[in-house]
């Protein structure tokens, strides 16, 4: 157990809905980021917050946005879903930017 | 550009044999260098990770990598896999000069017979 949890696990929703992912980061980490796993892709970094404020964007779609709270947690929000978003999200934490802490992930099927 | 390269797709090994993962990247100032390994179903869990020092580091169940500078590598191994060590490992270069996300590989699949 990482110490980062994701919810929910497991997500199923058709085409042009909007949903949230949620993150819980480790005790103490400032740092979240977001990654998303899909067979075509593999692994891609999405976004990175720490403390709050964004601090790094990867391939992140205009489609879908993040924010993280004052209590640390982070959510990311998915929008005008289309059949290409059905992946494996990720979640991680660190302290500031060293090792990252994965949670087990949020699996998004759209249907 | 920034990149992580693992050439093996999918590798199959006997149980009790050694196993190398390879690893090379593309990095332009001195890398952290991460190895991963997933689970069917599981996120992903840190087998170990290079910062600096010295360059052979152990990690979890049994895995060492050596970092070779002048290979640009980071290879994975394990002197007796055992069946349990059948997942999908990823190797990850740290971005610290764009907020410290990760870059992986494309993840090698490995298979262990008995």
Known sequence: DSG??????????????????RCSPRSGDLSVYWYQQSLDQGLQFLIQYYNG???AKGNIL?????????????????????????ALYFCASSTRTD????????????? | AQSVTQPDIHITVSEGASLELRCN??????????????????????????FSG????QGIKGFEAEFKRSQSS?????????????????????????????IFGQGTELSVKP
Do not use: M
């Open chain 2, 25 to 50: 990247y593309s990095y332009g100032a001195t890398p952290y260098l991460f190895w991963y390994v997933q689970s069917p179903g599981q996120g992903l869990q840190l087998l170990l990770k290079y």
């Open chain 2, 74 to 102: 980071f290879n994975l191994r394990k002197p007796s896999v055992h069946w349990s060590d059948a997942a999908e490992y990823f190797c990850a270069v740290g971005a610290y000069n764009q907020g410290g996300k990760l």
């Open chain 1, 99 to 111: 090792t990252q802490y994965f949670g087990p992930g949020t699996r998004l099927t759209v249907l």
């Open chain 1, 62 to 86: 205009e489609r879908f946005s993040a924010q993280q709270f004052p209590d640390l947690h982070s959510e990311l929000n998915l929008s005008s879903l289309e059949l290409g978003d059905s």
């Open chain 1, 4 to 21: 980062v949890t994701q919810t929910p696990k497991h997500l199923i929703t058709a085409t042009g809905q909007r949903v949230t992912l």
């Open chain 1, 53 to 55: 404020e964004e601090r």
């Open chain 2, 54 to 57: 010295d360059t052979l580091v």
